[in-house]
């Protein structure tokens, strides 16, 4: 294999970075290095399966199961659709949503080489016909920062914040501010479409 098929390999799973930029940017999703699940951490919720649908706008989620702990979450409105690898993760007694990039078709691998995958996480919970996902706040978590009123390990660039943290710090963090409304404001209600 030479130098240039692996690179573009390796960058061809990246292309799902700007997806996830579209995805949550708007929202002010908050992307960290680190997964917020060990293995012993994971649920599965099989009332997730199927598709939701956001009333207010032409989004499409989609959630299938790929194995006893792992779904992969179609993603679509009418302009773009992209897959995640989500899992979901039992904190205490808080369900967290994780998600992470699915390997795309190769695109431009130049494009691709200045992408990085990384996961994102939203409070879940779900009722028979209604799935609430609840972002991390960004405007929360950097005045927190920069007040220095909440402390974990993050990096910025180009005016985003990248949390550094590990799983275990994650965890910790995430626990603490499960129940602050301020730290998952504004959450995004989908309803079962089948």
Same mark, same amino acid.
């Given at each position: ?55 207010? =706008? ?63 996480? =939203? ?72």
């Amino acid at each position: 294999m030479t130098i240039q098929s692996s690179f573009r390999n390796k960058v061809a799973s990246l292309q799902c970075l700007a997806a996830v930029v579209l995805l949550f940017g708007m929202t002010g999703c908050i992307p960290s290095l680190n997964p917020l699940y060990t293995e012993k951490d994971l649920v599965f919720l099989p009332e997730l399966l199927g598709t939701w649908t956001d009333p207010k =706008s032409n989004e499409i989620w989609t959630f299938d199961k790929k194995s006893k702990t792992e779904y992969v979450l179609t993603h679509a409105d009418s302009n773009y659709r992209a897959n995640f690898r989500a899992h979901l993760v039992k904190i205490g007694e808080t369900i967290f949503l994780d998600l992470f990039p699915v390997k795309q078709d190769a695109g431009d691998y130049l494009y691709q080489m200045h992408v990085f995958p990384v996961h994102t996480f =939203s409070k879940l919970t779900t009722s028979k016909d209604q799935v609430t996902i609840a972002m991390l706040d960004l405007a929360w978590l950097e005045e927190g920062l920069d007040s220095n009123e909440l402390a974990i390990e993050h990096a910025k660039a180009n005016g985003t914040t990248l949390l550094t943290a590990s799983t275990e710090e994650l965890q910790a963090f995430m626990l603490k501010y499960a129940n602050d409304a301020a730290a998952f404001s504004d959450p995004l209600v989908l309803q079962k479409s089948q």
